[in-house]
């Protein structure tokens, strides 16, 4: 099998070996070869937590999507629909129409950071960005506090496909995403894995990195040992043919469409199903300034609801879906006002985002914004108190606090509340 392997936006090969080491260190049961994928499926299951974020990268226009304003002047060409829940949503989200019992659209997101990487970073960490400290992001936070959960887990535990994440801020790069295309292939590192001269050279250098490392009682030394061991287990490991999307049935992989996203929402269920505490699979080109109604209709719309559709339905069916939370999001909404090139703006005062999943309700529509759109009309949320509540439904304690390296302390999720009618 021949893998490409990538490393994270501002992951040199230097934090890459660095994050193999950290996981070594994370992961304190002794690792094995040879388990095969599903072997250890049904174990890795029992009350093991995941969480999928669908992210959204450029402001998806939330008043076309989840919050429709029929009849008002901002309201736009498109139409609201039934669902199986107790909410409407966009006549061109039919699939993910029939899923709403299990999601839940909480309407009255009211944020303050309407620039494309301020708010990218706010809605990744529950913080606004601060030149004296890094803040890691919540799939670093979630895969940190999950990962004990499941001691035979051999693959990275935060997984982004499509697009890199936020990093991990001051818990370091152990805890970084391991970024993947939608095909599950990681580019700059090819590894033959099917080659047994491979094998035979880096067993014939562990030995030697092990003995060296006790002749010497180096720290140095033993540390480099645990990142030969920690890349010779990735590399060997047969879970990773969790990343192997091709191996689906062909009907399976339409289901969810052959674009980018719908094979990243696939991987993301194989992932998750592996045991991977976080998996963000992005989809980007939601900055519509211009032409936005056809924009969603041809395109991003179809394309959206037939993966969120599918990957839903399948984390059910599979009964995956009470221990993996779906978080759907962007970094802003876009403005109730279309300007004159048939677009919507930049918008964070009152928009949507999605969750459902773990132990969320779901159907329900949480919040309300007035009849045109323009402010939020009950209780606003933030990101912090999105994450806190994803947290919640998780089953991860908001109580704990992490020290930063400067000495600050910072709690989970940014200290935010939970949004209690999600609970």
């Known amino acids: 099998m021949t893998m490409n392997w990538q490393t994270p936006a501002g992951m040199t090969r230097r934090h890459f070996m660095q994050h193999l080491a950290g996981s070594s260190a994370a992961v304190t049961a002794s690792m094995t070869m040879g388990n095969a994928i599903y072997a ?32 008002a002047a901002t309201g736009g060409p498109f139409r609201p629909i039934s669902t199986s829940g107790d909410l409407q949503i ?15 659209v909480v309407r009255s997101m009211s944020t303050r950071e309407a620039d494309h990487n301020r708010g990218r970073y706010y809605m990744h960490t529950g913080y606004v ?40 801020g001051f818990l370091g790069m152990a805890w970084a995403p391991f970024s993947v295309t939608s095909n599950g292939r990681i580019r700059n590192l090819e590894m033959k894995l099917e080659d047994s001269r491979l094998r035979e050279r880096m067993y014939a250098l562990e030995m030697i990195e092990t003995g060296f490392a006790k002749r010497t009682r180096d720290v140095p030394a033993y540390e480099h040992a645990k990142v030969l061991k920690k890349t010779f287990d990735l590399m060997t490991s047969s879970q990773m043919e969790a990343f ?36 963000e699979v992005d989809l980007g080109g939601w900055d519509n300034h211009n032409g936005i109604h056809t924009i ?5 719309l179809p394309q959206l609801d037939r993966a969120m559709s599918a990957l839903v339905e399948d984390l059910e069916q599979r009964e995956l879906l ?54 939020v009309d009950t209780e606003p949320f933030s990101s912090e108190d999105l994450m806190t509540t994803v947290c919640k439904g ?13 000495g600050r302390p910072m709690k989970i999720a940014g200290g935010g509340k939970i949004i209690s009618e999600l609970v």
Not at 90 to 99: D, G, I, K, L
Not at 324 to 331: C, L, N, P, R, S
Not at 353 to 359: I, L, N, T
């Open 40 to 71: 250890n499926a049904e174990e890795l299951k029992k009350n093991h937590k995941s969480a999928i974020l669908l992210w959204m990268g450029g402001g998806p226009a939330t008043i076309d999507i989840w919050d429709l304003k029929p009849g």
């Open 90 to 104: 966009c006549e061109h989200m039919p699939m993910v129409a029939q899923q709403m019992h299990n999601l839940s």
């Open 129 to 168: 960005p601060n030149p004296n400290i890094e803040h890691p992001s919540y799939g670093s936070v979630i895969a940190h506090e999950t990962l004990e959960q499941r001691p035979e887990l051999e693959i990275p535990p935060f997984v982004s496909i499509g697009g890199a994440s936020a990093g991990p």
């Open 244 to 279: 192997r999307v091709e191996k689906e049935p062909e009907e399976v992989k339409e289901r969810y469409g052959t674009d980018g996203f719908g094979q990243g929402c696939l991987l993301a269920r194989r992932l998750v199903e592996a045991g991977v505490p976080f998996v």
């Open 296 to 300: 969603l209709k041809d395109n991003k």
């Open 322 to 375: 009470k221990d993996t939370v779906v978080i759907w999001m962007g970094e802003f909404g876009r403005t109730p006002r279309i300007n004159q090139n048939a677009g919507r703006d930049h918008f964070a005062r009152a928009w949507s985002c999605v969750v459902g999943g773990g132990d969320l309700k779901g159907g329900l529509a949480v919040g309300a914004t007035n009849s045109d759109g323009t402010a």
């Open 394 to 406: 998780l089953g991860i304690s908001t109580e704990k606090t992490f020290t930063s390296k400067n």
